[in-house]
């Protein structure tokens, strides 16, 4: 097929367009190039799609297959306008953050009710309209093309090649073993999708014409089980790596109220603990009815394996935990106290950061 990816400079399209030519199809790739470079094998056509010509590199391409990811309405709209009608089968990319109730677990698509569109005009790339905006971009592929599109809506998407860092710091924290701060209770879930079996279903369910709405993100686990099969998948890479591995991780589980009084963020960012949200407004964001998806064709690959290639990848690209053990000036770098990414992760607490809240925990 010839598969038009809308980005493919940067993780997930990136990993859509590596897998497109992996299974033989014929690759274009259409972005700025300011994010990064797309894989090889593809052929690729610059474009700015902030313009309202900008998709005029394409003019005349015909296409089997469009891939889409973008977050502002308008260009979604020209690139349907401009591409939609030759094309077989349009894949938008959405999220789950379109769903307005993230306190309920176990919604689909069928019972979710999603945000109410930005206006007809509005077009904001701000934060807090992400969800909004992802409404309005899907209902102008729906209207348009809605007996050849499939909008997925994704979950967290994790793996090698993922900047936010929101998976890595775990696979990153656990190779390092010793006493590992866990946040909230085993049983909270916890549900990811690695992006080469998002970008694999993505790839087939273009080749086989599935068509419709599905939340795209793997079966939900307990946040224990998570953290032992993450740590179970790293332990190979810490038994090789010879000096900086650490004992076998000891989770000490540390209640979100604790947490909380001690200002530790959620989720991302600094002073973080990736993968935690609270409850009871976030109960259901890591926990979304995935059977339909699944019965579509998704296939997860084993957490633990997700997350051996994180660390490998994690380490190849120099991103490590600040406050190692030698300390805050120490080879792990500055602790972000700064206000600067803590070194090399983007999510996290740093060493010393977790020391000194595990060390209250102890105290109380
Ligand atoms: N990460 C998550 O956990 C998560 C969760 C749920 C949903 N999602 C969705 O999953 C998708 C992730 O996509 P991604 O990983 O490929 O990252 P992304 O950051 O959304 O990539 C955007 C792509 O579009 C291109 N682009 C951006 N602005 C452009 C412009 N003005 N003109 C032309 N091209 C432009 C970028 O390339 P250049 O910058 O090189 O132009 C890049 O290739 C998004 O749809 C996101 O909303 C992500």
Same mark, same amino acid.
């Given at each position: 097929?010839?598969?038009?990816?809308?980005?493919?400079?940067?993780?997930?399209?990136?990993?859509?367009?590596?897998?497109?030519?992996?299974?033989?199809?014929?690759?274009?790739?259409?972005?700025?190039?300011?994010?990064?470079?797309?894989?090889?094998?593809?052929?690729?056509?610059?474009?700015?799609?902030?313009?309202?010509?900008?998709?005029?590199?394409?003019?005349?391409?015909?296409?089997?297959?469009?891939?889409?990811?973008?977050?502002?309405?308008?260009?979604?709209?020209?690139?349907?306008?401009?591409?939609?009608?030759?094309?077989?089968?349009?894949?938008?990319?959405?999220?789950?953050?379109?769903?307005?109730?993230?306190?309920?677990?176990?919604?689909?698509?069928?019972?979710?009710?999603?945000?109410?569109?930005?206006?007809?005009?509005?077009?904001?790339?701000?934060?807090?309209?992400?969800?909004?905006?992802?409404?309005?971009?899907?209902?102008?592929?729906?209207?348009?093309?809605?007996?050849?599109?499939?909008?997925?809506? =994704? #979950? *967290?998407? @994790?793996?090698?090649?993922?900047?936010?860092? +929101?998976? !890595?710091?775990?696979?990153? %924290?656990? &190779?390092?073993?010793?006493?590992?701060?866990?946040?909230?209770?085993?049983?909270?879930?916890?549900?990811?999708?690695?992006?080469?079996?998002?970008?694999?279903?993505?790839?087939?369910?273009?080749?086989?014409?599935?068509?419709?709405?599905?939340?795209?993100?793997?079966?939900?686990?307990?946040?224990?089980?998570?953290?032992?099969?993450?740590?179970?998948?790293?332990?190979?890479?810490?038994?090789?790596?010879?000096?900086?591995?650490?004992?076998?991780?000891?989770?000490?589980?540390?209640?979100?109220?604790?947490?909380?009084?001690?200002?530790?963020?959620?989720?991302?960012?600094?002073?973080?603990?990736?993968?935690?949200?609270?409850?009871?407004?976030?109960?259901?964001?890591?926990?979304?009815?995935?059977?339909?998806?699944?019965? =579509? #064709? *998704?296939? @997860?690959?084993?957490?633990?394996?997700?997350? +051996?290639? !994180?660390?490998?990848?994690? %380490?190849? &690209?120099?991103?490590?935990?600040?406050?190692?053990?030698?300390?805050?000036?120490?080879?792990?770098?500055?602790?972000?106290?700064?206000?600067?990414?803590?070194?090399?992760?983007?999510?996290?607490?740093?060493?010393?950061?977790?020391?000194?809240?595990?060390?209250?925990?102890?105290?109380?």
């Amino acid at each position: 097929m010839r598969i038009l990816v809308l980005g493919g400079t940067v993780f997930l399209s990136a990993a859509v367009a590596a897998e497109a030519v992996a299974r033989g199809h014929e690759v274009t790739c259409a972005a700025r190039g300011s994010s990064g470079e797309p894989p090889a094998g593809v052929s690729f056509v610059r474009v700015d799609r902030d313009a309202p010509d900008g998709l005029a590199p394409l003019a005349g391409r015909e296409f089997d297959a469009v891939v889409d990811v973008a977050r502002l309405p308008s260009q979604v709209r020209r690139a349907v306008a401009a591409l939609g009608e030759g094309v077989r089968h349009w894949t938008f990319v959405s999220s789950i953050s379109v769903y307005t109730d993230n306190s309920t677990p176990g919604q689909n698509p069928h019972t979710g009710q999603v945000h109410d569109p930005l206006s007809a005009d509005a077009d904001e790339a701000d934060v807090e309209n992400y969800g909004p905006a992802k409404v309005s971009c899907e209902q102008a592929v729906l209207a348009a093309l809605a007996d050849r599109a499939n909008v997925v809506r =994704a #979950g *967290l998407i @994790v793996g090698p090649g993922d900047r936010s860092d +929101r998976f !890595t710091y775990w696979p990153v %924290r656990l &190779a390092r073993g010793g006493e590992v701060l866990a946040p909230g209770a085993p049983g909270d879930p916890v549900q990811v999708i690695d992006v080469r079996d998002l970008a694999a279903w993505i790839v087939r369910s273009a080749e086989s014409g599935v068509v419709g709405v599905f939340d795209a993100t793997g079966p939900t686990v307990g946040r224990g089980e998570f953290l032992d099969r993450v740590a179970a998948g790293v332990s190979d890479a810490v038994a090789g790596a010879g000096a900086g591995a650490s004992a076998e991780p000891e989770l000490t589980w540390v209640d979100q109220e604790f947490l909380v009084a001690q200002e530790v963020n959620p989720w991302a960012g600094p002073r973080s603990l990736p993968v935690w949200l609270p409850r009871p407004e976030y109960a259901g964001m890591l926990d979304h009815d995935v059977s339909a998806t699944l019965a =579509a #064709g *998704l296939a @997860v690959r084993d957490l633990g394996q997700t997350a +051996r290639d !994180t660390l490998v990848w994690a %380490r190849e &690209a120099g991103r490590d935990l600040a406050d190692g053990p030698d300390g805050p000036d120490g080879p792990d770098g500055p602790d972000g106290a700064d206000g600067a990414d803590p070194a090399g992760l983007r999510a996290g607490l740093t060493a010393k950061e977790e020391a000194e809240v595990l060390a209250a925990w102890h105290r109380r």
